[in-house]
């Protein structure tokens, strides 16, 4: 317990030292976008997400064999959006000298207006009118967003799929054998990613999708300034890790 609990502080406030800098609790927040934004999508756009692309290609397998309630039409929008953004996202992250919080800076301020501009369509028109454009508005700020994450490299915090971090939670337990590295890392992110449909969730069974996004929109923000704030030229942290 005591692991799990100064595992989680570090991840939280980490020390000037650490390998990473101020990704950690910056990625932890783009979870939380993740979980609204989801919530948003599968809620209010017809069962479709604009993040997790494993759910959705389940969901156009199932649509294409005629389940009730389910669009091919949405997921293909939906994935070609979200592959559109990573594009975008890993054209950015291309640069080889790319300093890591600048490009977590720009890639969040760019999602933040895609998605600001996804709140304000959601307030101005009814959301069964404007499905599509909010799908494409949400899936190129996620594609971008989980492309910078990949290239920021912080482990156990891609923003956008759990799987694998709670395949490792449990494999590499001591139950199982192993040294339990970073539990308590692995704990927030899913607590961040459930905090986040939580709230998403609340908020459209409300009938305020567009608070919803708003709130993400502002999430965003915020990590993007704060992402810019920081950035240093000679951060220790700032060089890519591979």
Same mark, same amino acid.
């Given at each position: 317990?005591?692991?799990?609990?100064?595992?989680?502080?570090?991840?939280?406030?980490?020390?000037?030292?650490?390998?990473?800098?101020?990704?950690?609790?910056?990625?932890?927040?783009?979870?939380?976008?993740t979980g609204v934004v989801d919530?948003?999508?599968?809620?209010?756009?017809?069962?479709?997400?604009?993040?997790?692309?494993?759910?959705?290609?389940?969901?156009?397998?199932?649509?294409?064999?005629?389940?009730?309630?389910?669009?091919? /039409?949405?997921?293909?929008?939906?994935?070609?959006?979200?592959?559109?953004?990573?594009?975008?996202?890993?054209?950015?992250?291309?640069?080889?000298?790319?300093?890591?919080?600048?490009?977590?800076?720009?890639?969040?301020?760019?999602?933040?207006?895609? /998605?600001?501009?996804?709140?304000?369509?959601?307030?101005?028109?009814?959301?069964?009118?404007?499905?599509?454009?909010?799908?494409?508005?949400?899936?190129?700020?996620?594609?971008?967003?989980?492309?910078?994450?990949?290239?920021?490299?912080?482990?156990?915090?891609?923003?956008?799929?759990? /799987?694998?971090?709670?395949?490792?939670?449990?494999?590499?337990?001591?139950?199982?054998?192993?040294?339990?590295?970073?539990?308590?890392?692995?704990?927030?992110?899913?607590?961040?990613?459930?905090?986040?449909?939580?709230?998403?969730?609340?908020?459209?069974?409300?009938?305020?999708?567009?608070?919803?996004?708003?709130?993400?929109?502002?999430?965003?923000? *915020?990590?993007?300034?704060?992402?810019?704030?920081?950035? *240093?030229?000679?951060?220790?942290?700032?060089?890519?890790?591979?």
């Amino acid at each position: 317990m005591r692991a799990l609990l100064t595992d989680a502080l570090r991840t939280l406030a980490p020390p000037r030292t650490d390998r990473h800098g101020p990704l950690p609790p910056l990625m932890l927040l783009l979870t939380v976008t993740t979980g609204v934004v989801d919530a948003v999508s599968y809620l209010a756009l017809g069962h479709v997400f604009v993040a997790n692309m494993t759910g959705n290609v389940v969901f156009l397998g199932f649509a294409l064999a005629g389940t009730p309630g389910l669009s091919a /039409t949405a997921s293909l929008v939906s994935l070609a959006a979200f592959l559109a953004g990573a594009l975008t996202g890993g054209r950015l992250a291309a640069r080889p000298a790319a300093h890591r919080g600048r490009l977590l800076a720009l890639a969040t301020g760019v999602q933040s207006v895609l /998605t600001a501009a996804a709140a304000v369509t959601a307030a101005a028109v009814d959301d069964g009118a404007a499905r599509y454009a909010l799908i494409v508005l949400l899936g190129l700020g996620m594609g971008l967003q989980n492309a910078v994450a990949r290239r920021l490299g912080v482990p156990d915090l891609t923003t956008t799929v759990l /799987t694998l971090t709670l395949t490792g939670l449990a494999a590499d337990s001591p139950a199982a054998g192993g040294t339990g590295p970073r539990p308590g890392r692995r704990i927030l992110s899913a607590l961040a990613m459930l905090l986040g449909g939580l709230a998403g969730a609340v908020l459209v069974l409300h009938g305020r999708p567009a608070l919803a996004l708003a709130l993400a929109a502002l999430l965003l923000l *915020v990590t993007a300034l704060t992402a810019r704030r920081l950035s *240093v030229p000679d951060a220790h942290w700032a060089p890519p890790t591979g």
